[in-house]
């Protein structure tokens, strides 16, 4: 342990409370609010600003998580050897959710961003479905992970 042992773990923490907190907000409170809003391509310009807003501290986040955890990888537990198994597994869902995450940037937001630009609405509304089923998928892959993380000292 150093100095900066605590920051690092402590933004670690925060990053990880930030972007699943952010998917479940997204997915469980603002997803079923939105069908109220008229007319329907309303909707859609408001995912399309919701997503570059959040989008922006995923992208922080996606670079912060494995830098902090390769800090206390390396630096608290002298590499992987020192590190117990539920690190390795929190490696390997961390990875899956960073690699899902930049796959759902490039292709289906992209889509989506130029669909609602050009007023494509069937197409944005198919890309969103896709957007959706990435961002399920990631909201239970991040609750393992911190799962992972916080209990995984005490077995
Ligand atoms: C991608 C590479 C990642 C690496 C190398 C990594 C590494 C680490 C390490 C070394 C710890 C300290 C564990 C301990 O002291 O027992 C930790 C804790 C933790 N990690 Fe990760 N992690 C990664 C990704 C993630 C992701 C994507 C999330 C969640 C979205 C996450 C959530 C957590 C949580 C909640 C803790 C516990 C923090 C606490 O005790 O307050 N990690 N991680």
Partial sequence: MTDLSPFMLGAHALFAVLWVGGMFFAYQVLRPSVPGIEPPPERLKLW???????FHWVWIAAVALPSTGYWMIFVDFQGFRGASLHIHWMH??????????IYLYMKPYALFREAVAAENWEDAKANLERIRK???TNLVLGVITILLG?????W
Avoid: E, N, Q
Avoid at 92 to 101: C, N, P
Avoid at 150 to 154: N, P
């Fill in 92 to 101: 390997g869902t961390g990875w899956l959710m960073i690699v899902l995450f």
């Fill in 134 to 136: 990435i961002v399920l």
């Fill in 150 to 154: 916080s209990t995984g000292r005490l």
């Fill in 48 to 54: 399309d600003r919701v997503f570059a807003r959040f």
